[in-house]
T-cell receptor, first 115, second 114 residues
């Protein structure tokens, strides 16, 4: 396993369109996280899953955002009716519950540009 | 209100010297701290961590120090190498990780000059 992968790496969309991103975690990791990073800021937590259960959502995750992890493996993050303020890097991370569960391993991110 | 603060946006160090990156936090419930390194166009890479029951953790050239009374931690890189040039993020978690999310600082851009 080569690590966390994300697809696509870049997405340009027009305001009002819907976009969906995919994340494939490290195979033995049962926790999966989504973060957003804007210029000059650190990553900001959006939501996380333990297996298929979504356990926590940030107040940053408006009702236009939805995340799923249907079989406890890969996850998707959908943004409906995109706005220019949604332009950011969307990062996915995974970890394993138990020893060192706080050590989250990040993917390369999906850079979203909303025009 | 920022719970994890990295007050130096940038740091420049000569190759071979020590780099010291600082981080302050405000939430006394944080019990695990991590440092990540980020190159442009890549995701953050885990570097080193420390539990609140320790005051020092070392891994090769990287050492993290934790001062709980001051709510301060630092990352020491000795000796610094040009390949260490990156943005370094300090992160914290609480409740033994059961809350899930990490709280990140804004990062410090380290430049190591040959």
């Amino acid at each position: 396993d080569t690590g966390v992968s994300q697809d696509p790496r870049h997405k340009i969309t027009k305001r009002g369109q819907n976009v969906t991103f995919r994340c494939d975690p490290i195979s033995e990791h049962n926790r999966l996280y989504w973060y957003r990073q804007t210029l000059g800021q650190g990553p900001e937590f959006l939501t996380y899953f333990q297996n298929e259960a979504q356990l926590e959502k940030s107040r940053l995750l408006s009702d236009r955002f939805s995340a799923e992890r249907p079989k406890g493996s890969f996850s998707t993050l959908e943004i409906q009716r995109t706005e220019q303020g949604d332009s950011a890097m969307y990062l996915c991370a995974s970890s394993q519950v138990g020893a060192s569960e706080d050590e989250q391993y990040f993917g390369p991110g999906t850079r979203l540009t909303v025009t | 209100d920022q719970q994890v603060k990295q007050n130096s946006p940038s740091l420049s160090v000569q190759e071979g010297r020590i780099s010291i990156l600082n981080c302050d936090y405000t939430n006394s419930m944080f019990d695990y701290f991590l440092w990540y390194k980020k190159y442009p166009a890549e995701g953050p890479t885990f570097l080193i961590s420390i539990s609140s029951i320790k005051d020092k953790n070392e891994d090769g050239r990287f050492t993290v120090f934790l001062n709980k009374s001051a709510k301060h931690l630092s990352l020491h890189i000795v000796p610094s190498q040009p390949g260490d040039s990156a943005v370094y993020f300090c992160a914290a978690s609480g409740y033994g990780g059961s809350q899930g999310n990490l709280i990140f600082g804004k990062g410090t851009k380290l430049s190591v000059k040959p």
